[in-house]
């Protein structure tokens, strides 16, 4: 090599090739402290990681079950001097583009005695219940499924016969939850506004319709017959069973329409003409707010504060490995004395140290990815959610564990880099 290219090429005393095995050695050489060091980062790494994915996943299910659940109902209400509509109102809201199923429900206005009739009941002390009368087409729309017994069917609701079905806790109340567990086909019936009801069936409230927990459901015809003009509350009998002949005073009638998801916003804008062509303005539809920004912005403040303490995780290690790398350049003053003796310059002396760093924080990065990527994978797993997690994250751990490590040895590798050789060989 010509005296020319030896002056031109910068004097760091050797070549990086021989910077990165000197650190690999060093790295190894204390082992016990390096692996302290990669756990602290990673622990950072896994925790945004972690974040990142169960965030993500939880928001996935969230999302879900929201628009299952959700998302596809809507409700049409008629207002107080509108006539009851009948099936016909019911039909052609089921034929709208995106309607799965239609129904029409009312709720009387208040709770009335109803009690337990029958061989065993004599006549049972009255309990105060809610009563709907429904029609087919709604207890379907509602999720309302037979726990014993049946629904009523078109049938029934043609003929306006004197049926009901019952929640489980209207049944425990009346007494009635034993006798139709041994026996589904006892048909008891209840005492209800002066007229007898069989029970043909019993039902558990779908989650969420807390209007039919502890519900007697009677057919449709009952709220219909009465033309929208509201019947006069039967006066209390001795035995309070609100007396022979009395009628019940039904609210106004509201129409439960189930979609496919996405089209419920414009069923909300079809179903009033549909359902009452004669006044749609009149009615109100009540369709799912939109909660996609609500639930973006639950998510980002949910991921920003777990994010927060994975950056606080990140931070510790990185002061973890500064501090550690620290501690190494002053055990290794006679070390790194003796290379820049033998004619290493700064620049190497400063390399060394920073890819020391570097190494650990790759490791800790690798590490962390995968305990990550795991722990998201479980937690979504037991919890029945879909994992989802962002492929470039697997690539981000590790970078970001290296840039962690890197920017942690900045200050050690320019102290090391500072060392004097005259004082260290000195000492």
């Known amino acids: 090599m010509s005296a020319e290219r030896r002056r031109a090429r910068p004097r760091t005393g050797t070549a990086f090739a021989d910077i990165a095995v000197q650190a690999v050695y060093a790295v190894l050489g204390r082992r016990l ?10 622990l950072g790494i896994a925790a945004a990681l972690a974040t990142t994915g169960i965030t993500a996943s939880a928001a996935d299910a969230v999302s879900g079950r929201f628009d299952a659940l959700k998302a596809t109902g809507v409700t049409v209400r008629f207002p107080n001097e509108a006539a009851r509509p009948g099936a016909d109102a ?23 005695a109803v009690s337990a009739l029958g061989p065993r009941f004599g006549r049972a002390t009255p309990q105060e219940l809610r009563v709907l009368a429904a029609d087919d087409g709604a207890l379907a729309t509602l999720g309302v499924s037979a726990r014993s017994g049946r629904l009523p069917d078109a049938g029934h609701m043609a003929r306006a016969d004197a049926v009901a079905v019952v929640d ?3 049944a425990k109340a009346l007494g009635l939850d034993a006798l139709l567990e041994r026996d589904p086909e006892a048909a008891p019936a209840v005492w209800l506004a002066g007229r007898p009801f069989t029970v043909i069936g019993t ?8 209007r039919l927990s502890g519900a007697v459901v009677v057919p449709y015809a009952n709220c219909a017959a009465d033309g929208g003009v ?14 022979e002949g009395g009628r019940l005073v039904f609210g106004p009638t509201e129409a439960v329409l189930r979609t496919e998801l996405g089209a419920a916003q414009q069923a909300g804008l079809e179903a009033p003409l549909a359902l009452y062509p004669e006044g749609p303005d009149r009615l109100a539809a009540i369709v799912p707010a939109d909660l996609g920004s609500f639930r973006g912005g639950v998510e980002s403040e949910t991921r ?33 004395g003796l290379r820049r003796a033998v004619g290493a310059g700064r620049a190497a002396v400063a390399a060394q140290f920073l ?28 919890k029945g959610w879909l994992v989802v ?30 060392v004097a050789p005259a004082d260290t060989l000195r000492g």
């Open 33 to 42: 402290r390096s692996l302290l060091t990669v756990l602290g980062i990673a």
């Open 304 to 336: 920003a504060l777990f994010l927060g303490l994975a950056g606080v995780s990140l931070l510790i290690g990185a002061l973890g490995v500064s501090n550690t790398t620290y501690v190494s350049v002053v055990e290794r003053r006679s070390e790194i």
């Open 203 to 210: 039902f558990r409230a779908p989650a969420g319709e807390t």
């Open 168 to 170: 489980t806790v209207a």
């Open 90 to 112: 019911a039909r052609r809201a089921r034929a709208l583009n995106g309607v799965r199923s239609a129904g029409l429900l009312c709720a009387a206005d208040e709770r009335p």
């Open 389 to 418: 997690l962002d492929p470039r994250l697997t690539v981000a751990g590790p970078l970001l564990g290296l840039a962690v490590g890197m920017l942690a040895g900045v200050y050690p590798a320019l102290a090391a880099a500072r």
């Open 355 to 382: 890819v020391e760093c570097g190494l650990l924080g790759l490791a800790g990065g690798v590490l962390g990815t995968a305990v990550g990527v795991d722990v998201t994978a479980g937690t979504a797993l037991a």
């Open 230 to 243: 509201p019947a006069r509350p039967a006066a209390s009998g001795a035995d309070g069973d609100g007396g």
